[in-house]
């Protein structure tokens, strides 16, 4: 494995076996998340996303968390993040209890460049939904990452990035990570590449520094109900 490629995909995917699509029951996530650790790509995995309303359901689990604030939330020793929803009616509010590594979903529209300079006040960070009951345009999501490009702020994508390359209907994880290197919303939805001397766009390639930037400062990581699907895309275009 290449460095560049390492760079890229290291503890990229933070793993939500139990939401949609996929809606695992608690002890079934459990054993897929085990499944994955004990893998071979198991390098790629970062945190299990858990809703704090069944944080229950992981006594005695030692697992690194990141935790939807779907409930009171009154700590876990094991979050390492969490993530929650901006909500218009009492944003501020809403801001003002978060600490930490903290991903506050946006919505896309107007005012975005507003809400992400809310976080970046605050140390807080995005979360950016590219799928599911709709999936923005790629112009929506370009707008997106340039703004948190331009405040500072880190930022994670989810839902309906499960695989790496754009196609018709859906986003890619690897366009994602390339508009970010390239600062050109463009490369959401024209072909990428990542080979060993980095990630290719055009006639343009980021190297494993630039990647490495990226990831820490820009797309930290992607969300996803699946860590297997994902794995057996870059299987099937020979990156893993």
């Known amino acids: 494995?290449?460095?560049?490629?390492?760079?890229?995909?290291?503890?990229?995917?933070?793993?939500?076996?139990?939401?949609?699509?996929?809606?695992?029951?608690?002890?079934?996530?459990?054993?897929?998340?085990?499944?994955?650790?004990?893998?071979?790509?198991?390098?790629?995995?970062?945190?299990?996303?858990?809703?704090?309303?069944?944080?229950?359901?992981?006594?005695?689990?030692?697992?690194?968390?990141?935790?939807?604030?779907?409930?009171?939330?009154?700590?876990?020793?094991?979050?390492?993040?969490v993530e929650t929803r901006w909500v218009e009616s009492h944003s501020e509010a809403g801001l003002e209890g978060l600490r930490g590594e903290a991903y506050v979903e946006l919505p896309l529209g107007n005012g975005l460049e507003d809400r992400v300079a809310a976080l970046a006040e605050r140390g807080l960070r995005a979360k950016v939904r590219c799928g599911g009951a709709e999936v923005p345009t790629a112009d929506a999501l370009a707008r997106f990452l340039s703004a948190c490009r331009a405040a500072g702020v880190p930022f994670k994508a989810t839902a309906g990035l499960h695989h790496p390359l754009a196609a018709e209907g859906r986003h890619g994880f690897l366009n994602v990570l390339a508009a970010c290197a390239f600062d050109d919303g463009a490369a959401l939805s024209e072909a990428v590449e990542l080979e060993p001397a980095g990630l290719r766009w055009r006639d343009r390639v980021a190297g494993s520094d630039e990647l490495?930037?990226?990831?820490r400062e820009q797309l930290v990581a992607v969300g996803s109900c699946s860590f297997f699907e994902p794995v057996d895309d870059l299987k099937e275009l020979g990156v893993l």
């Open 212 to 215: 490495e930037r990226v990831r």
């Open 1 to 81: 494995m290449s460095d560049a490629r390492r760079a890229a995909l290291s503890a990229l995917i933070d793993h939500a076996p139990t939401f949609p699509p996929a809606s695992l029951p608690g002890p079934d996530a459990l054993d897929e998340d085990r499944r994955a650790r004990e893998g071979e790509h198991a390098w790629m995995l970062a945190r299990l996303v858990w809703p704090a309303s069944r944080l229950d359901e992981l006594e005695g689990e030692d697992r690194a968390l990141s935790v939807l604030l779907d409930a009171p939330f009154a700590g876990d020793m094991r979050a390492e993040a």
